[in-house]
Structures are given as C-alpha cells and as structure tokens.
C-alpha cells in the first residue's frame, strides 16, 4: 500500500475480499476444529434455551456416545456409510457437477442389492459380492440421466438430481408396501438379511465398515492429490473453459465422475 494511500482515513481506503487459492493443512484443520466446535455451542445453547438441562445435555452428547462402548460403535456404524457417501460426492463436486441426488443414488443402491436377496441370486458365498455389484450398478444407472442432461442440453443438475430423489422415495415405498413386504411380520420393510449377506465383524464387534471407509478416505485423497485423474479434476474446477483449451476432455472428466459417484455412494446403502 502506498504512503499516500496509509495518510487516507480508514473509512475513505479501499478493501477488496479474495478467495484464497491454496491454503495450508494446518490452517484447514484449524478452520474446520472451530467450526465443528461452534456448531456445537450454538446447537447446546439452543437446547438449553429450550428448556434441556445442560448437565443432561453433556452426558448425552458426550459421555454416553463417547464413553460408552456400545453407544461409540452404533455412531461409528452410522457413520461408515455416510463417509462413503461424502466422499463420492465430492468427487462430482470436483467436477463441477452439484449432485443433490445422493440419497436416491443409495436408495436405489439399496434396492440393487435387496433385489439380489429377494431373488436369491448366487451361491451364498457369492451373495454379498453381487449385491455390492448390483447395488454400484444401480447408483451409476441413477446418476446416468441427470449428467447427460447436464452436458447435452445444459440441463441444470440441481433440479434434475432433485427430482430423481422423489422418484427413488416413491418407487422404494411402493416396494416396500407391496410386492417386498415382509410375509411374516406384514409390516412395510423387506425380510430381514441372512449372516451371509451382511459385512462381517471384526475384533469387539466392530463392522468391517469401519477400515472399508477409512481405506476409501485414503484412495479418494490419493487419487484427487496424485493420479491424472485428479488433475484433469482440478483443471475442471478451477476453470472448465482454461481446461478445455489446454486439451483437457472437460466433458468425458465430467461424466465419469458424475457416474463414479453415483455408482460408490449407492453400495454402502
């Protein structure tokens, strides 16, 4: 800043707020601690404010999901699928694709692999491969529609991929109170899985989940850091128009994250 530009007054100077490029990880942890932080403040000063005592609060919230052992493994059980579904949509976010139809991507990732069961298909020993196969394959048809809208007639995801997620609601409640009720109990869920058709547990009950997500953390960082894929990826999100003039296949990056996505984030449903 010029010297005469330090004499001005502070009301008469000019400020100007950029995007930050390229931010250290440090700093993105540190960013991310105190917004998680915040959010719970102000999520336990609204409950206090409605009338929860704040002892109970912190014995709820803390004590007996952390400290408790059966409570900790429910949350982390939970919390496996819903990691696999954050980081594969982020890999459509990437690609400057915004894919708000996660949840009729696993909804129909989780008729895929039910379908499996309810028809038998395969030998026991085979069952839980085809159905995280079959469970892909629905999630990457699902996302089909939307991302060839999208590049063909410039269709705007957001409604697109909306409005697929009613559909998958609807279509899944039409399952479950007809033809995939459960025979026995007459209530609206499908019969309940075999041993065989589930994860396995590890040590202490632990879900074999667990490693799978923190192994996909793992792949999804390589392969956004590391591989070309990942950069013809940041090419895409910085500037489509920059990528395609240097070469880059903008449209062909596009589509196969968009049905990457779709197909990972549909298994763990």
Request: aromatic letters at 10%; a positive charge; charged letters at 10%.
């Amino acid at each position: 800043m010029s010297e005469l530009a330090l004499r001005r007054p502070l009301m008469n100077r000019r400020y100007t707020l950029e995007v930050r490029q390229q931010m250290a990880w440090p700093w993105q942890a540190m960013i991310l601690t105190v917004s998680l932080v915040l959010g719970l403040l102000i999520s336990g000063a609204i409950l206090v404010w409605a009338g929860v005592p704040a002892g109970e609060l912190l014995n709820e919230f803390v004590f007996l999901t952390l400290f408790d052992a059966q409570s900790l493994k429910a949350v982390l059980f939970q919390a496996s699928p819903l990691i696999m579904v954050g980081l594969a949509g982020c890999l459509a976010f990437r690609a400057k694709f915004w894919n708000l139809g996660l949840e009729g991507q696993m909804i129909f990732g989780a008729i895929g692999a039910t379908a499996i069961t309810m028809w038998e298909i395969g030998s026991p020993a085979m069952r839980l491969p085809l159905m995280i196969i079959a469970a892909m394959a629905c999630g990457l048809l699902w996302s089909v529609a939307p991302v060839l809208l999208r590049l063909k007639l410039q269709v705007n995801e957001i409604v697109s991929t909306l409005m697929l997620n009613y559909i998958a609601i609807n279509f899944l409640l039409h399952l479950m109170y007809g033809a995939w009720k459960d025979p026995k109990d007459a209530f609206p869920y499908s019969p309940k899985y075999e041993s065989f058709e589930l994860l396995p547990d590890l040590a202490n009950g632990l879900s074999l989940s667990i490693p799978i997500a923190i192994g996909s953390a793992l792949l999804v960082l390589w392969f956004v850091s590391i591989s070309r894929g990942g950069l013809y990826l940041r090419f895409v999100d910085k500037s489509p128009q920059v990528a395609r003039s240097v070469g880059v296949p903008v449209a062909r990056t596009i589509l196969l994250a968009v049905l990457f996505s779709g197909a990972w984030q549909a298994w763990p449903g």
